[in-house]
């Protein structure tokens, strides 16, 4: 089993920054990518942003430019950096893994956080 621990999220003024920070515990061997997901209310879960353990990413085209992905494997800690924040980026916020290839498809991710919320005012 692997724990997924969201920290960082919150309210921010259009054009701002967040940064969130995922802290993985558990048996950690086995996850090859870890990701963040976003859902806004009424609408599907989407991928933000993904990274393997190789370093390969995926961004999101909506946030490509603007959001960062990094990972810390010492720390066993996945971050997303979310800077030029829009109210479209409204949402709750989800870490998750997968000991799958990068991927965007939710049902390919065996383990999820708890949930973050970013607010951004305009």
């Known amino acids: 089993q692997v724990h997924l621990v969201e920290s960082g999220g919150g309210l921010v003024q259009a054009g701002g920054s967040l940064r969130l920070a995922c802290a993985a515990s558990?048996?950690?061997?086995?996850?090859?990518?870890r990701g963040w997901f976003r859902q806004a209310p009424g609408k599907q879960r989407e991928l933000v942003a993904a990274?393997?353990?190789?370093?390969?990413?995926k961004y999101a085209d909506a946030v490509k430019g603007r959001f960062t992905i990094s990972r810390d494997n010492a720390k066993n800690t996945v971050y997303l950096q979310m800077n030029s924040l829009k109210p479209e980026d409204i949402a709750v916020y989800y870490c998750?893994?997968?000991?799958?290839?990068?991927?965007?498809?939710?049902?390919?991710?065996?383990?999820w956080g708890q949930g973050t919320q970013v607010t951004v005012s305009s």
């Open positions: 990274i393997s353990k190789r370093g390969s990413t």
């Open positions: 998750a893994a997968s000991t799958n290839p990068v991927t965007d498809f939710p049902v390919r991710y065996n383990y």
């Open positions: 558990g048996t950690i061997f086995s996850i090859y990518t």
